[in-house]
């Protein structure tokens, strides 16, 4: 069964603590880099003091030593899953498997607000293909030693057919028909995610902006 991950990118950790405290059955918690830097450590605990466990969405992407440290911190906060960023390379990759320990790392292969024309920007070639882009980075990542990856539900199908039925995978971008996509360019219903092999399901906006939360949460842990 996959996995439900709270995206909590709100402006505030009271915010984000408000939202929690109405759904009862939360497991997880994701922490992205607007809240961990005006809320810091002391809301990872808080959240863990409520039984949750935290994704610690920072999406390292530095020198290979730098990152082995903001990985070594990360686990010693207590965080149960963390990112790196394939785009580091296999030497900053290698570097953060080694000191994870239990920490699970999970590598960012193409954000979900990409598409291809945004990501030839990046790379500076032609990108005929984004799950070619996706594939070959989350090859990497697995060589590193990583737990699995952060990817579109657009590429899943064919993450699992090259990478098999092991490694993590973690979806953001996941909208019901009817929720806006926002910033997201590349969105995957929450059934279609399963079907294609999530295992756990990132979801931000449609539950923390909707007027019943707790509602939003238990549908979808339905669709689980």
């Known amino acids: 069964m996959a996995e439900l991950v709270v995206a909590f990118d709100v402006p505030t950790g009271r915010e984000a603590l408000a939202v929690a405290a109405r759904l009862p059955a939360l497991k997880w918690a994701k922490l992205g880099s607007m809240l961990y830097v005006r809320e810091g450590p002391a809301l990872v605990r808080e959240f863990q003091a409520r039984g949750v466990r935290v ?3 920072l999406k390292w992407h530095d020198i290979p030593s730098v990152v082995a440290g903001a990985v070594a911190a990360a686990r010693e906060l207590g965080a149960a899953m963390a990112t790196v960023h394939c785009l580091g390379g296999r030497a900053m990759l290698a570097a953060a498997t080694a000191a ?3 920490l ?3 590598g960012v292969t193409v954000l979900t607000s990409h598409d291809a024309d945004a990501f030839e920007q990046i790379v500076g070639r032609g990108v005929p293909d984004v799950g070619f882009e996706a594939e070959r980075l989350a090859r990497v990542a697995m060589q590193a030693g990583l737990r699995g990856v952060v990817a579109s539900g657009r590429e899943l199908a064919l993450l699992r057919a090259a ?5 993590w995978m973690v979806v953001p971008g996941v909208r019901a028909p009817e929720d806006a996509p926002g910033d997201q360019a590349r969105t995957v219903t929450p059934r279609d995610a399963v079907r294609c092999g999530a295992t756990h399901l990132v979801v931000g906006r449609p539950i923390t902006l909707a007027k019943d939360p707790a509602g939003v949460y238990q549908r979808l842990m339905e669709t689980l």
């Open 55 to 57: 994704f610690l969405d």
């Open 100 to 102: 994870a320990g239990d």
């Open 104 to 106: 699970a790392l999970v």
């Open 163 to 167: 990478l098999g039925p092991d490694p």
